[in-house]
């Protein structure tokens, strides 16, 4: 685009000379006859440089000079001012009205044109200077917001003055406005849980005191008493005798995951639990010793002071203290607890759900018993023990403080309490048939109850009448033939029966027992347990076996339910381990459906989910060959709402026995139908309040009534893959916002590489062409122009050096190289080489000491030590020559089984108060200005960062005046 330049002059003839040369040489031109139009045509046109006649009527180029620049852009603009003027005093007054240059009358052409690409030239240059700085600048704040999105804050405190400096974010997290700026620890410590305070002060002072690493967890309290968790690291800083002066660190606020966490590991543990004991269970434990186990356990894992076992005694008015945790000496097996409607036992006893107490003392709906008052029990929880015909009794904890249970610890307590409802339902079944066997012992002797006698050689075959009423036959509707029997016996028991009748017959065992199905006579099938014993001829010939049946159908189911409560157990603590040991949602789903469809003998298990849109997708199946496989489609569902939704999100549950006679909309019917379903069950599964989506099993083969237990199965894995689903999407929002970090790194090393090649060339242009201005226009510069042409060179060197040394900063670690065996004494004598002519200019004496062998990075190596030696040749004192010592000292750290070595690199040059140490190793930091002492203030900051990479340390001893010694301590092998 060609550049407009705004020609101000009252003399027709000075601006048309102007005019043509300016266009000559590829420039737009404007013109303006004097100060006033000029102002005007600069607003119209935004030229991008002015020539200003200093000497016109009105309003002369001074004061039209001071008027462009309070105009919107005029700040930037170069203006030239031509003026006949050469009195000193006139310069003074152009710069100070606000001239970028002047020119003096007569003009010379080639001095003017080369002005004017000079002033232009440097003008854009600036100005995309200034828009990469503002670039630079923009993805800095983004990074400060990736820091705030992650909940990380920094903080530095200096040991010595015991003064903490927080980061805003710190400061947002503790809520605390007197949280000052400038903080001392102990006023940090009081904020930190009175648990934690010794654990984090021991922490700070091993880090402190023996090097160790400082990497905690811990709480802290808030000023209105809530809790929060932190995750702190730090670094130590320490001076040249190994004194600790300086500690920084970042905090995150790592509350949710330790919640989360915290919450996982306590349900699992109560699932574990309800598994042990059911198993226990299972095995035929003691009833006593299996209510014992209960109790302890529900005081452990519940953390209650007090837990008990109430048995509701005969006539249902009194319940025995039977077993319990905690109470005095002499209570459990002797105390009796009114069990009246206005008491909280007998409320207990005819409430049809978990009965919880926050606050006794207050309690509104019944009286609280004697025996908690006595125990300054504050709250509790109570549920009821269930048995066949009628309660057991309660199951319950209390605690001396003020308690909210949740929902996981009501179910918990209901969990144990089915378990012993199970359990004492089985040694009831037990007692029974041991009393059946009696009279099965009795009837043999001659009640002929529940007998049969086998004539082998006729097979003919003696059926009591108890016999035939087990099975709901009257006495003349069964014959006595072996057929009567055999074609009733379940067809996958017959052949295994019939083979145990053989091997009686055979005397391999001695006495024939099995446990098979009968099929009643209204089609439903009786577990028996059969025994007999067989009669033999003299030729060893069975002639005959008589015995009994016994109906053991309801301990079969009581053991059924039980082996189902385990596997229910199971399945929850392995969902649990599995949210617990991986966020891998698919697998977990994927275990659920295939663990439920099995467990629940559906035909069909599957997964919705449930987005945004209101679009639903078959996201998990588990389905029995030969029905239709719905995974992976979009399933449309006219019926299915927003009213639906929200009643799901409210946790709805939907059990249909028969669709075609359940009370649902055609259209829905329809969609069943589509996948040969006769029945379902249906419970939400909840994300963070909001329904992620459905977990639904399908009967497809025939309808089915759904009982308590399938339902509450279903519930408790929806709430766990609610859980899991979140934590999944706590990881992904997590893993994408480190990616996004690094990702917004990288962009940056790449930006300030590109940036610096880019603005390296206009420099080594103005550069250039000042040699060339310098060798070819020398005689017709004036002295001020010659000295304004040795500034701008000098400045294009200044910055050429400050942006190849903000290009070595960033290279240290995108360009760095692997870590090799490094000589640092070769590499010194190479230092010192190239710094041959320095140290002649200077006269400088170099005193080169034992210098080790470390495993670091060669090139870097070779730059701290240029700097570190070219420091102090550069900042000597003039009135003596400089003197650099370097030597290095090798010693071992005990704690982390390692050698160090500290290189030295000392002068007797000017030196510096110490008081400046935490700055001198930052960017751009001088102690001195560029017209006493050159360079650029980053080559300190490329040592840090040399250091730093390498996993060392580096700080400096000085005094004004009496010269400096860097010290740089780094591992021998890395």
């Known amino acids: 685009m060609t550049n407009l330049i705004l020609v101000v002059d009252d003399d027709r003839l000075t601006r048309m000379q102007l005019r043509e040369l300016l266009k000559s040489a590829g420039y737009s031109v404007a013109e303006a006859i004097n100060g006033e139009e000029a102002l005007t045509v600069y607003t119209q046109l935004q030229p991008d440089m002015v020539l200003l006649d200093a000497l016109m009527p009105q309003m002369d180029g001074f004061k039209c000079c001071e008027r462009l620049r309070q105009l919107p852009g005029g700040e930037d603009i170069p203006i030239l001012i031509i003026t006949a003027l050469y009195e000193e005093s006139s310069v003074e007054k152009a710069f100070n009205a606000g001239a970028t240059d002047y020119i003096t009358k007569p003009i010379q052409w080639l001095v003017l044109r080369q002005r004017v690409h000079r002033l232009l030239e440097a003008h854009h240059t600036m100005k995309k200077l200034r828009q990469q700085t503002e670039q630079a600048r923009w993805h800095e704040a983004q990074l400060r917001i990736a820091l705030s999105a992650a909940h990380m804050g920094v903080w530095d405190w200096d040991i010595v003055t015991n003064k903490i400096i927080w980061s805003d974010i710190i400061r947002t997290l503790f809520e605390q406005a007197s949280l000052n700026v400038n903080q001392t620890y102990e006023n940090f410590l009081s904020f930190v849980h009175p648990q934690d305070r010794d654990l984090l002060d021991r922490a700070l002072h091993s880090a402190i005191e023996e090097g160790g690493e400082y990497n905690i967890e811990y709480r802290i309290v808030l000023p209105d008493g809530t809790i929060r968790w932190l995750g702190s690291q730090g670094l130590i800083f320490r001076n040249s005798s190994g004194k600790a002066v300086r500690m920084s660190g970042i905090d995150m606020d790592i509350t949710a995951s330790k919640t989360a966490q915290e919450a996982l590991e306590v349900h699992a543990s109560q699932q574990a639990l309800v598994a042990e004991l059911s198993q226990a ?4 434990m003691d009833l006593d010793t299996l209510m014992q186990q209960a109790v302890k356990c529900i005081a452990q894992c519940l953390d209650v002071e007090y837990s008990k076992i109430l048995e509701l005694l005969p006539g249902g008015n009194e319940l025995l203290l039977r077993f319990g945790v905690g109470w005095h000496s002499g209570v459990v097996g002797t105390e009796i607890i009114n069990a009246a409607e206005n008491s909280q036992a007998g409320y207990t006893i005819n409430s049809p759900e978990a009965v919880i107490v926050e606050d006794l003392i207050n309690e509104t709906r019944f009286q609280g018993p004697q025996l908690l008052l006595e125990h300054n029990v504050v709250s509790g929880l109570s549920v009821i023990i269930h048995g066949k015909e009628s309660p057991f009794g309660i199951l319950a904890a209390h605690t001396t403080k003020q308690r909210t249970f949740s929902t996981d610890d009501t179910f918990f307590l209901q969990a144990i309490a089915n378990v012993l409802a199970t359990a004492i339902e089985r040694q009831r079944m037990e007692n029974a048939l041991r009393e059946s066997e009696q009279r099965w012992q009795l009837a043999v002797k001659g009640t002929n109850d529940g007998i049969w006698d086998w004539n082998v050689k006729t097979d003919q075959v003696f059926f009591s009448t108890r016999w035939k009423e087990m099975l709901g036959y009257a006495d003349q509707e069964i014959k ?27 005397n391999k065992i001695p006495f024939y027992i099995t446990e098979h199905r009968v099929r009643c006579k209204d089609g439903t099938y009786k577990w028996i347990l059969d025994r007999g014993k067989a009669l033999w001829d003299a030729d060893g010939n069975v002639v005959r076996m008589a015995g009994s049946h016994t109906d053991v159908t ?49 035909d069909r298990v599957l997964i919705l989910r449930i987005f945004s849109d209101g679009s639903i997708v078959v996201v998990k199946e588990a389905v029995v060959p030969g029905l239709p496989v719905v995974y992976g489609q979009k399933i449309n569902d006219p019926c299915f709402g927003k009213e639906y939704i929200e009643k799901y999100r409210q946790g709805r549950i939907s059990a249909i026995t028969d669709i075609e006679q359940a009370d649902i909309q055609p259209c829905h019917v329809e969609l069943l139908k589509r996948f040969s379903v006769k029945a379902n069950l249906v419970v939400p599964i909840i994300r963070q309040n909001q329904l992620w989506g459905l977990l639904i099993a399908h009967q497809c083969g025939s309808p089915r009534e759904w009982n308590e237990w399938e339902s509450e199965l279903l519930k408790q ?56 201005l310098k060798a070819t226009c020398e005689n017709a510069l004036t002295d001020k122009g010659y000295d304004y042409l040795q500034r701008m060179e000098n400045a294009a060197q200044r910055m050429q050096a400050l942006i190849e040394d903000l290009l070595t900063l960033s ?16 590499v010194t004598h190479e230092v010192l080489s190239d710094l041959e002519i320095v140290i002649a200019q200077t006269k400088a004496r170099i005193e080169i000491g034992e210098l080790p062998t470390i495993e670091a990075d060669p090139l870097q190596m070779r730059q701290l030590l240029q700097n570190l030696i070219g420091n102090a040749l550069k900042f000597h004192l003039k009135t003596e020559p400089p003197l650099v010592k370097i030597y290095s000292r090798i010693f071992t750290n005990q704690q982390l089984s390692s050698d160090y070595c500290e290189i030295v690199v000392e002068d007797n040059g000017i030196g510096f108060d110490e008081k400046y140490l935490g700055k001198i190793f930052n960017v751009f930091q001088r102690l001195h200005g560029r017209t006493e002492y050159q360079g650029t203030g980053i080559g300190l900051a490329i040592c840090r960062k040399i250091v730093e990479r390498h996993q060392g340390t580096i700080t400096a001893n000085s005094e004004p005046g009496k010269g400096a010694s860097f010290i740089v301590k780094l591992k021998v092998k890395s």
């Open 480 to 506: 006595n033939n072996l057929d009567e029997w055999s074609s009733r016996v379940h067809p996958e028991d017959i052949d295994r029966v019939m083979q145990t009748i053989q091997n009686h017959f055979d």
């Open 717 to 772: 894995l929806a709430d766990q893959m609610g859980i899991a689903a979140s934590q999944a999407k706590m990881l992904e929002q997590e893993t994408r916002q480190r990616e996004e970090l690094t990702r917004s790194n990288e962009e940056l090393q790449q930006f300030a590489f590109i940036a610096s090649h880019d603005l390296q060339e206009p420099l080594r242009k103005i550069i250039a062409f000042g040699d060339r």
């Open 811 to 826: 290279r240290l670690t995108t360009k760095a190289q692997p870590f090799v065996q490094v000589n640092l004494a070769q």
């Open 554 to 602: 309801e301990r079969k189911r009581v053991q059924e339910e039980l082996i189902r409560q385990n596997l229910r157990s199971q399945l929850f603590a392995d969902v649990t381990l599995k949210i617990r040991t991986s966020l891998q949602i698919d697998q977990i789903l994927q275990t659920s459906v295939t663990e439920v469809q099995k467990l629940l003998h559906a």
């Open 281 to 284: 269970a299972l095995a035929r």
